[in-house]
Each structure stands twice: as C-alpha cells, then as structure tokens.
C-alpha cells in the first residue's frame, strides 16, 4: 500500500515548510539585513550560510518530508531520524549562526544566568543520553508516540539538550570554550557509553517493544 494515502498534509507537512521558509528568511535579514544594528557583527560568511542551509534543508527533511510520517510507521526509520535530529543538524545549525548572533543571544538577561549551568559539559551530557534513554523505554515511548503535542515538546526539549552537548565540542568563535586534546575525546566516548544501555535494549530484545510499530489498533 503506498504511503501516498495519507495525503499532502501528512507527507510534507505545510506547516513544517511554513516554519523552515520563516527561519530561513529570518536567518539572512538579522545576518545581512539588520547586521548593522548589532554592536559588534561581521559581514556573512558562505561557510556560515552553507552550514545554515544545509542544516534547515536536514531539518525539514527529518521532520517535515515522508521521512518524518515513515517514522511512525517504521522503527528503523525512527532511529535514522533520530541520529540526523540529533546528531548533525544541531552542529550544522550552530556553525550556521554567526558568532556575534550567539554572543546577544547568550548575553541576554535570562539566558545568561542558565546557559552556562546547562553548557557544562558533565551535566549536558548526562541530561543529553538520560532524556534520549528514557524516550526509548517502551511504556513512554508509546505513550510519547501516540500523543502528538507531548510527541513535539518532547522532541524539541530533547533537540535543545543535544545542542548544549555539542556546545562543549563545536568551535564558535569567541564564543563556546572548547574541550581540547583527551578530555574532548573523553568527552565523545563517555557519550556513546551513556546511551549504550537505550540501544543494548533495543539491539538485544527478543521481542517487539514498542506496540507503536507492532499493534495496528494502538498505531
């Protein structure tokens, strides 16, 4: 049967498009448009806006295209989706956005009290694989799944904690303060042994988990 019977709406997402085309057009007015209105900026670079570009295309490729509706229907799909999400376009992105763009945001009243606490590599980290791990336990996940509105909050919150992992390890000019040399390496195994225990279960089951993608009537 061919996915096309689930429709326009369900396959590429209008409202996804809507969002992609405003950040988009957001991104070059406050980069090249409104650039002098900043204390400090510099001109855009192509790199920058490659990274951008390409990032934004991922994101509404992963949660916008039919990859997003094969998702539901189709746990390896899920998982592809999530290493795309998570894993690169938040470094994409973050290489996207100039480092003066950064600088406001992060210098702004509320942000500057949190965001230092929630970069720390340790606790990003932790929060980062325990959010991710506990997604992927079968009663939650069902439960997150099947609902649509706790299905995106959940997403973005757990999108925003992959970005303050990556913070510790994406080079931002005058910006992030990098790990370096063997705790940067320390830092990229301890996150692939954090979310070992969420794939281990995942791998090793001998049976379906997620009536998601198993029973028909829960689908």
């Not at 336990?137 to 999108?159: N, Q, R, S, V």
């Not at 390496?185 to 001998?206: D, K, M, Q």
Request: net charge positive.
């Amino acid at each position: 049967m061919p996915i096309s019977i689930f429709g326009f709406q369900a396959l590429w997402s209008p409202i996804m498009i809507g969002v992609i085309v405003f950040l988009t057009i957001l991104y070059f007015l406050i980069t090249v448009k409104w650039r002098n209105d900043f204390k400090v900026s510099e001109p855009l670079k192509k790199k920058e806006a490659a990274y951008f570009l390409i990032g934004i295309v991922l994101l509404y490729i992963v949660k916008g295209s039919p990859v997003d509706l094969m998702a539901h229907i189709m746990f390896s799909f899920h998982m592809v989706q999530m290493a795309l999400l998570l894993l690169l376009v938040p470094p994409l992105l973050m290489k996207g956005i100039p480092w003066w763009v950064w600088k406001v945001v992060i210098e702004l009243p509320v942000v500057r009290k949190v965001f230092p606490i929630l970069t720390k590599p340790l606790l990003a980290l932790i929060v980062f694989s325990g959010l991710f791990s506990i997604y992927h336990i079968p009663l939650l996940f069902d439960t997150i799944k099947l609902d649509e509105g706790l299905h995106g909050t959940y997403t973005f919150i757990l999108f925003i904690s992959a970005v303050f992992m990556w913070w510790s390890i994406i080079d931002i000019e005058e910006v992030t303060q990098r790990l370096h040399g063997l705790k940067k390496i320390g830092f990229i195994i301890g996150s692939a042994v954090l979310i070992t225990p969420a794939c281990a279960l995942i791998i090793f089951t001998g049976t379906p988990l997620y009536d998601t993608y198993t029973n028909p009537d829960v689908w």
